[in-house]
């Protein structure tokens, strides 16, 4: 049965962050995602974490200025120093939380810029290199380019191909279901064939990224198949509540209580 994440950045935002933790933990949630921490100081994080029994299941390494539209700086190549930095910036977090994996976002580049992708090459691997000896997978994902115009890794296959290229274990595929469906579609077999490289999972309804509960996608067939093939991952809930997040939990009712 898959372990669901509730995403904090987009669920339970009827009431402060902070207070959104013992929000999932009272709806059944026994894990959490969320995009940023570093608003709020890192042992904060983890003592909210702790004090509701949940564990962390994933987090955005810093992107840059959010507000301004930056999306990450990997594929930037004169934001090399950036980067860099920005992996001591998450590390406290990834150690108050005791989180085992990263997200490292691309940034807005041209992938037909063969400076973008050589710079996305290095950066990637960097940072790989860099959470290994701390026990921290990374992991890449394709972002459509419908939520996210000129995001520079708004391919699957592109991700796969470079995974396997560089041949570094603790790198993986984030593989959002709601960003695979709306670039690719025929999102059952691209499990099948990249789940050896798949370290997480996202969901959403598709178009209108709500509840995993209709629309586009039969999900409890897609969450049947995580079974089949034998996922252990998380299953992070990365969509935006129709109402209030609590109305629209029926979905996720027969799941509740899973433990990590």
């Known amino acids: 049965m898959p372990r669901f994440a509730a995403n904090?950045?987009?669920?339970?935002?009827?009431?402060?962050?902070?207070?959104?933790?013992?929000?999932?933990?009272?709806?059944?949630?026994?894990?959490?995602?969320?995009?940023?921490?570093?608003?709020?100081?890192?042992?904060?994080?983890g003592q909210r974490l702790r004090a509701n029994g949940l564990t962390q299941a994933?987090?955005?390494?810093?992107p840059g200025d959010w507000d301004a539209g930056e999306k990450g700086f990997a594929a930037l190549p004169e934001?090399?120093?950036?980067?860099?930095?920005?992996l001591h910036t998450a590390?406290?977090?990834?150690?108050?939380?005791?989180?085992?994996?990263?997200?490292?976002?691309?940034?807005?580049?041209?992938?037909?810029?063969?400076?973008a992708v050589e710079a996305f090459y290095k950066s990637v691997a960097w940072a790989a290199e860099f959470f290994a000896p701390h026990g921290l997978d990374v992991v890449i994902e394709p972002i459509n380019p419908r939520n996210v115009p000129g995001y520079f890794l708004n391919d699957f296959g592109f991700a796969r191909d470079l995974i396997n290229e560089l041949k570094i274990p603790n790198l993986k595929l984030q593989f959002?279901?709601?960003?695979?469906?709306i670039i690719h579609g025929d999102v059952t077999m691209r499990l099948r064939e990249m789940m050896p490289?798949?370290?997480?999972?996202?969901?959403?309804?598709?178009?209108s990224r709500h509840e995993p509960d209709g629309e586009?996608?039969?999900?409890?067939y897609l969450f049947a198949e995580l079974d089949r093939l034998g996922y252990g991952g998380f299953v992070g809930c990365e969509y935006n509540p129709k109402e209030k997040?609590?109305?629209?939990?029926?979905?996720?009712?027969p799941y509740a209580g899973v433990k990590p």
């Open 216 to 220: 586009e996608l039969n999900y409890p």
């Open 91 to 115: 590390l406290p977090y990834a150690q108050a939380t005791s989180v085992k994996r990263v997200h490292l976002m691309a940034g807005i580049a041209n992938r037909a810029d063969r400076q």
């Open 79 to 86: 934001r090399f120093a950036d980067l860099q930095q920005s």
């Open 197 to 207: 490289i798949i370290g997480h999972i996202q969901i959403a309804s598709i178009p």
């Open 58 to 62: 994933l987090f955005n390494l810093p």
């Open 245 to 253: 997040t609590t109305d629209g939990l029926a979905w996720f009712k």
């Open 176 to 181: 959002d279901i709601y960003h695979c469906q």
């Open 8 to 45: 904090l950045a987009m669920m339970f935002n009827e009431m402060p962050f902070l207070d959104r933790f013992e929000a999932a933990a009272k709806a059944g949630f026994t894990a959490v995602e969320f995009l940023f921490p570093y608003a709020h100081p890192a042992e904060e994080i």
